[in-house]
């Protein structure tokens, strides 16, 4: 199978390519951020890059391009840069996400599967999320991502294609990018440098955490049944509930380091609660997480 990855030189797609390694794979990215010194690592696994923008995905120079599946991560995902920058954001996310749904259809690809984001929920009354639950984002991230599903789905349906939206809840693993690392990465450098972990708010905020391993087997799930499916969305996470105080007494207790929990004030728009129901994704793809978070932890650490 022929398959482009688009943000495939990120922290999810450097992972997803050791998954899909028997597929004939292409990535684009603009490496804004990803370090170019992994295009030598990709062209040694036979992976083809384009170094370009998503945006320009519609230019004369891709018009001879078939892919049997697109797999949409490129993204903006930081929630600061979205409320600092919406329109960046927006372009990123919707326009970005229009243009490459456009070289779908322009260039007869059937299959499409996208990086959504727990974020479309905002704070929820009611945990845990299934697919039906309300969507009310609270912040231009999460309301970007909600366009963007809406957008797969109107293109779904006007030009029949397969498409698969997968809602990611709290995805960690190695490699994750500092800016736009998850709270268990921070923790990871804060006890690498032998310093207390800071929490912001009083730590019973709750999170679904899932391994970027268990992420991969997903989206591959997903491939596999990704026809006849037009514009479904999946809730993906562990189905388990963490608080932020239970993580930091699990990481300092893995670390077994003398490390103490400091508190700041909590950070404004930060969500309380967030769990996934995958009764849907065990249903529907046949996914079932296995790696617990102890085990994923201890292995970074």
Same mark, same amino acid.
Not at 138 to 152: A, F, Q, T
């Given at each position: 199978m022929k398959i482009l990855i688009t943000g495939g030189a990120g922290f999810i797609g450097s992972h997803l390519i050791d998954t899909l390694i028997e597929h004939e794979i292409t990535i684009i990215d603009n490496f804004s951020n990803s370090s170019t010194d992994k295009i030598s690592y990709f062209e040694k696994k036979n992976i083809k890059v384009i170094q370009d923008d998503i945006l320009n995905l519609e230019q004369i120079k891709y018009s001879s391009l078939f892919f049997d599946l697109v797999i949409h991560l490129a993204a903006q995902i930081n929630v600061d840069v979205s409320v600092k920058n919406p329109h960046f954001n927006h372009k990123i996310?919707?326009?970005?996400?229009?243009? +490459? #749904?456009? $070289?779908?259809?322009?260039?007869?690809?059937?299959?499409?599967?996208?990086?959504?984001?727990?974020?479309?929920?905002?704070?929820?009354?009611k945990i845990p999320l299934t697919e039906e639950s309300p969507t009310n984002p609270?912040?231009?991230?999460?309301?970007?991502?909600?366009?963007?599903?809406?957008?797969?789905k109107q293109f779904s349906e006007k030009f029949h294609?397969?498409?698969? +939206? #997968?809602? $990611?809840?709290?995805?960690?693993g190695e490699g994750q990018n500092d800016e736009y690392a998850g709270v268990i990465s921070k923790f990871i450098k804060q006890i690498k440098k032998n310093e207390d972990l800071i929490i912001f708010g009083d730590g019973n905020q709750t999170r679904d955490f899932l391994s970027v391993c268990d992420l991969t087997e997903a989206i591959h799930c997903a491939i596999q049944r990704i026809n006849g499916k037009h514009g479904l969305c999946i809730n993906i996470g562990s189905g388990l509930s963490t608080s932020i105080n239970e993580l930091a007494t699990l990481m300092i207790s893995l670390s077994k380091k003398p490390l103490k929990i400091k508190y700041k004030i909590?950070?404004?728009?930060?969500?309380?609660?967030?769990?996934?129901?995958?009764?849907?994704?065990?249903?529907?793809?046949?996914?079932?997480p296995k790696v617990s978070l102890k085990k994923g932890i201890d292995q970074l650490l």
């Open positions: 996310n919707v326009t970005g996400t229009k243009t +490459v #749904l456009n $070289f779908c259809v322009k260039n007869n690809i059937k299959n499409f599967i996208a990086a959504s984001s727990a974020a479309i929920f905002g704070e929820p009354k609270i912040s231009p991230y999460g309301e970007s991502k909600l366009l963007m599903e809406e957008l797969i294609l397969n498409t698969i +939206v #997968l809602r $990611f809840f709290n995805i960690y909590k950070k404004q728009g930060d969500i309380q609660n967030s769990l996934a129901s995958i009764n849907y994704a065990q249903k529907v793809l046949n996914f079932n």
